[in-house]
């Protein structure tokens, strides 16, 4: 099946969708302190999403234990939340959570720090958030798929760092990943022409040192093969004759993506 086209009105579904996952991550962001436990983010999680209706789209994925992805240092992305994994001063944690509501799906990741950072580990948040920025930009009618790719890649590498190749952003309506698969590196002008209408999770996964990853015994969490940290940023952003749409934040928001 190629690229679904979504309506205004699955457009807006989308966007309520996107209302429960910006809540949560917001929520989680602040509850990310030293001493607190990824289980204790992963029960919020799921309290928060279901007071507001909404089903949490990992669990039961590929048989994904979890509601919450929670990846620290150099976790990439799949991290299983555990009671016994605590939060300490100068980590950094992706938070990546999903929804279905009313039968569309919304996804989104920030990846905060805890407590105080070391400028390095800053630099590297910055610079992957910009190069979401940068990604979102692209998302308009008349570009190319790779357009949006190119963004991401050529904003990292100029900064001293690297994209992870081996996961890739998507597509996603109605099903959590649909067409297309949107790569963080790539030539710019190739791959289908942005239409109105298309939304895509555009989510830059960018490491300190080497793009290469590995994932642990437990099949899920994806780690840098040279135990240098990553960070991880994503939104659900549309295409619109008026640019792109992120369904992931409320519309009132502007500036910086997170």
């Known amino acids: 099946m190629g690229i679904i086209l979504k309506s205004q009105d699955e457009l807006e579904k989308m966007y309520c969708a996107g209302q429960v996952v910006w809540e949560v991550l917001n929520e989680l962001r602040g509850m990310a302190k030293p001493g607190v436990s ?67 799906y919304a996804d989104a990741a920030v990846t905060v720090p805890v407590g105080r950072i070391a400028p390095e580990t800053q630099r590297l948040l910055e610079v992957t958030r910009e190069s979401l920025d940068r990604a979102i930009e692209q998302v308009r009618p008349g570009k190319r798929l790779s357009d949006i790719s190119h963004a991401v890649e050529s904003w990292t590498v100029q900064h001293g760092f690297s994209v992870v190749r081996d996961f890739v952003g998507h597509g996603i309506g109605t099903k959590m990943h649909e067409e297309p698969q949107l790569p963080n590196f790539g030539e710019p002008g190739r791959g289908p ?8 999770a555009i989510e830059p996964m960018v490491n300190a040192g080497s793009p290469e990853v590995e994932v642990k015994e437990d099949k899920w969490t994806a780690v840098t093969r040279d135990g240098r940290r990553s960070a991880h940023f994503e939104h659900t952003v549309a295409v619109t004759t008026n640019g792109p749409w992120i369904l992931t934040r409320p519309r009132e928001v502007s500036g910086p993506s997170w």
């Open 38 to 104: 990824t289980m204790d983010l992963e029960q919020a999680a799921e309290k928060r999403s279901a007071a507001r209706g909404a089903r949490p789209a990992f669990k039961g994925y590929l048989g994904y234990p979890c509601v919450l992805c929670a990846s620290i240092n150099e976790e990439v992305v799949h991290g299983i939340p555990s009671a016994r994994r605590k939060l300490a001063e100068g980590d950094i944690i992706s938070l990546d959570f999903g929804v279905a509501l009313e039968g569309y």
């Open 193 to 200: 022409r942005l239409e109105a209408g298309m939304v895509l």
